[in-house]
Every structure is written in C-alpha cells, then in structure tokens.
C-alpha cells in the first residue's frame, strides 16, 4: 500500500542501528519499540509463498525485498503508536475476536494443523493480525470521520469520469442443464409454461438451474450462437458439452447505458473516499515520519559493491550512504 511514497520516507530518514548485544535479532526501532528479524522473516516467507515456482533471489535483490516489507512493517507500528497515544488502540478482545472469526472459516482443529504445516509461528500470526486490525482502524476511526465529500465536487468528478459508469450491453440468462438431453428439453417446456425456476428442482431432481448475467462481449462462442436472434423468454435449443446438456433461456437484454448521476453517486463516493483517504493518510504519514526516531539496521542500506557490479555480503553502509539518505542521520 503506498509502496513508493512510503519507501522514500523511510530512505530520507534511515539510520544504522548500532551492533551491540542488546540490538541483536532487532532490525528497526520506532521511537525506541523493537522491529524484530522475526518479524521481517515472517512477512518475507509469506510474500515467499505467495510467488509462484522456484524462487532464489540474489543478495541484493533480498534487500529490496527485506527494504520493503520493514518499510510497511515502521508504518504499521508508527500507526499502532499513534492509535494508542488516541487511547485508541487495537484491544485485547478485539484481537480475540478477529482471531475467531479466522478460525471460524476453518473445521475444527484444521487452523492448527495449517500453522503447523506451512511452518507459521502463531505469536507472528497474531502480532500481523493486530497490525492488520491497527491500519483498519486508524482508516475507519481517525481517517475517515475527517473527510467531507461535496455533492459538487461529486458532480465534477462523475463529468470529468462520465466513462467510469458507462455499462455495456449485458444479458441475463437463466442456464438450465441435465444429464440427458430429453429432461433438459422437459424441464425447458416446463419453465416457460410456469415461469417457476425453483419448482424445477423439484419436478426434474437431476436438473440443475443457475441465473447468470453476462456482458454481451464476454460471452463464449457456443453461447453467443445460442442467443443470437432470441427474443426475452425465448430458449435456446439444447447444446451438448463434455458435462452433460444445457439449455440457455433468455431472460432480460439490457442495453449499452451510462449511469445516471444519482445511480452513479454511491461509486463516485467510493472513488473520491479512497483518493481523499490515500491523501490523507500520505499527509499524516509525512508528518509521523518527520516526528518519529526511526532507526534502521544499516545492513539494508545498498551495499557499495552493487555500483561496481560486485555482489558481496550484507554490510553496513558507508557514512557516506548515511549522509546522502538525509539530514540528522547516524551511522
């Protein structure tokens, strides 16, 4: 989220950690509170899972990525710092809560068993999850409650964004499929006497109905001929595929339009609330940061050899490099 803009703050204001026993295993402080390695480790090893096929990155390459992850990692904990100083912070019970809601997704005892089996650490788990809930909050309780939307600034976006709401021709179909094609037919004859999809089920147990809609340009090649020409409460005949049989009634054809304002207004209020939001939040972010005591492991800083096309281990940055990332930096 906000990816470049929080990057660069972050490189404006990065400082090395100093190496002694006490900063061991700690990669980042935030006004003094710990980032640790593991933490950075675990978000690594879930974007690790999330990247499809063999994954080996060069050293340098690793950085960038350990870069970005402890970046989003110092804007969640300033957001945790700030919610807390609004005696607003993430509760005990509303971590509780959210955890269930998780675990509710799952049949018993499987939560466990996945944790386990993708090598997940629970306390990591719930140490994202509380971050995760902090960022939600500080949008919906801190953020939000800022913002006004003008109806004439939503007039103004709505014509200067009129392509935004303009929808293509759709059609709604009712699919009717079997496994023979003789109780397709019947339950076709059936529907367009009765106009009833639900007694279907119970007339043809076997057949199967399911209401779609679908823009006219999607629509595969076999449909499209089976439509074409139909009138609203015309069937197709009965096509055959390597499921079984179908049939396509056609049920409503909804011409090309463009939303009309009042229609439109619920997403012109969902796109201006996002980008007053992103603003918003940028503005905050400047500020926090350009507040904050932020220090960072200098072994994240670009290695020098990466200039000389040399690929080494993981260093510490020269002073120089401490210089160029801003003022008030420390080696």
């Not at 055959?240 to 396509?248: K, V």
Request: proline fraction near 4%; charge should be negative.
């Amino acid at each position: 989220m906000l990816r470049k803009s929080l990057l660069f703050f972050l490189l404006v204001l990065v400082v090395g950690c100093s190496n002694t026993s006490e900063d061991m295993g700690i990669v980042a402080r935030v006004n003094g509170a710990p980032i640790y390695l593991s933490q950075l480790e675990f978000q690594h090893d879930q974007f690790q899972a999330d990247t499809a096929g063999a994954y080996v990155p060069s050293v340098e390459k690793l950085k960038s990525e350990y870069g970005d992850i402890l970046t989003e990692l110092i804007v969640q904990e300033l957001v945790v710092q700030e919610l807390v100083r609004r005696d607003q912070g993430v509760t005990e019970h509303e971590l509780l809560k959210a955890e269930e809601e998780v675990r509710a997704d799952y049949p018993e005892g499987a939560f466990d068993q996945m944790l386990i089996e993708e090598c997940i650490d629970l306390k990591a788990w719930r140490r994202q999850l509380r971050n995760y809930l902090a960022m939600r909050k500080f949008f919906q309780q801190v953020l939000r409650p800022q913002i006004k939307i003008d109806y004439k600034e939503a007039q103004d976006y709505y014509r200067k964004h009129i392509s935004d709401f303009y929808l293509p021709e759709s059609l709604r179909i009712l699919v009717v499929r079997g496994p023979s094609r003789e109780i397709v037919e019947r339950a076709v004859e059936k529907y367009l006497a009765e106009r009833d999809q639900v007694n279907l089920a119970t007339a043809f147990g076997e057949v199967e109905t399911r209401e779609v809609v679908v823009r006219e340009g999607r629509l595969s090649a076999t449909w499209k001929n089976a439509i074409s020409g139909l009138e609203p409460g015309q069937s197709s005949g009965v096509l055959t595929d390597r499921f079984g049989f179908e049939a396509l009634i056609l049920q409503e054809r909804s011409p090309a339009k463009v939303l009309a304002p009042a229609q439109a207004y619920p997403l012109v209020e969902k796109a201006l609330l996002e980008n007053k939001l992103r603003d918003a939040f940028e503005t905050w972010l400047g500020t926090a940061v350009g507040e904050a005591e932020i220090t960072v492991s200098s072994h994240l800083l670009p290695s020098p050899d990466v200039e000389s096309g040399e690929s080494g281990d993981l260093e510490p940055a020269s002073d120089q490099a401490g210089e160029e990332a801003g003022n008030g930096t420390e080696g």
